[in-house]
């Protein structure tokens, strides 16, 4: 079966810096991706790994390692609107047609002051 | 700036009705999703499509079914909806199957009485 397991919750204080894990087993990869998902509102992009290493994009950064089938997420310099889920899902063989985004359950970040 | 829109931000059925979820894209995209989302258990995919009329089950496509006649729409149908329907339904779309950054609508929150 195909599994991304991710924690529930994680709380962080402003101007901190927080790291999402993510751990993966699928059938079969093509990518990594993070997405932020603010209560009520659509999952947005964060960010792809599809090779081994780091991606840092502004105060976001996300890791990669295949052979480990592991990754996360950094968020830095914290605020309060990073208070969000953050999904991670991996690019996998859906079915015998073809291939899909499987998603982890999300992460609920909670950022105070 | 890829637009995906849903008919609808709240749907209040009754049970046994037929429901339609209608997701539109503006974008050419080739493939499009439709997920379900639920407390504790994440973005769960239903169905997809990499084409027009063709179609995919995803991992819970039970009582459900769609239908992709043009490109730019994908329609997620219940034929007979149920309590257990009720959800957030969230429909996504990607430019091709090697390329699966996707593209969120901003969900239909369905409640079934």
């Known amino acids: 079966g195909q599994n991304i397991d991710q924690p529930t919750e994680m709380t962080a204080t402003e101007g901190a810096i927080v790291q999402i894990n993510c751990t993966y087993q699928?059938?079969?990869?093509?990518?990594l991706f993070w997405y932020q998902q603010h209560a009520g509102e659509a999952p947005t992009f964060l960010s792809y790994?599809?090779?081994?290493g780091l991606e840092e994009k502004g105060r976001f950064s996300s890791f990669l390692s295949r052979s480990k089938g592991y990754s996360y997420l950094l968020l830095k310099e914290l605020q309060m609107k990073d208070s969000a889920s953050y999904l991670c899902?991996?690019?996998?063989?859906?079915?015998?047609?073809?291939?899909?985004?499987?998603f982890g359950k999300g992460t609920t970040l909670s950022v105070s002051s | 700036d890829v637009k995906v829109t849903q008919s609808s931000r709240y749907l209040v059925k009754r049970t046994g009705e037929k429901v339609f979820l209608e997701c539109v894209q503006d974008?050419?995209?080739?493939?499009m999703f439709w997920y379900r989302q639920d407390p504790g258990l994440g973005l769960r995919l239903i169905y997809f499509?990499?084409?027009?009329?063709?179609?995919e089950k995803g991992d819970i496509p039970e009582g459900y079914s769609v239908s992709r006649e043009k490109k730019e729409r994908f329609s997620l149908i219940l034929e007979s909806a149920s309590t257990n329907q009720t959800s957030m339904y969230l429909c996504?779309?990607?430019?091709?199957?090697?390329?699966?950054?996707?593209?969120f609508g901003p969900g239909t929150r369905l409640t079934v009485l």
């Open positions: 996504a779309s990607s430019l091709a199957q090697d390329i699966n950054e996707q593209f």
């Open positions: 699928t059938s079969g990869f093509n990518g």
């Open positions: 790994n599809v090779l081994d």
């Open positions: 899902a991996v690019h996998s063989k859906a079915n015998q047609a073809g291939t899909a985004l499987i």
């Open positions: 974008m050419d995209h080739e493939n």
């Open positions: 499509s990499y084409d027009v009329k063709m179609k």
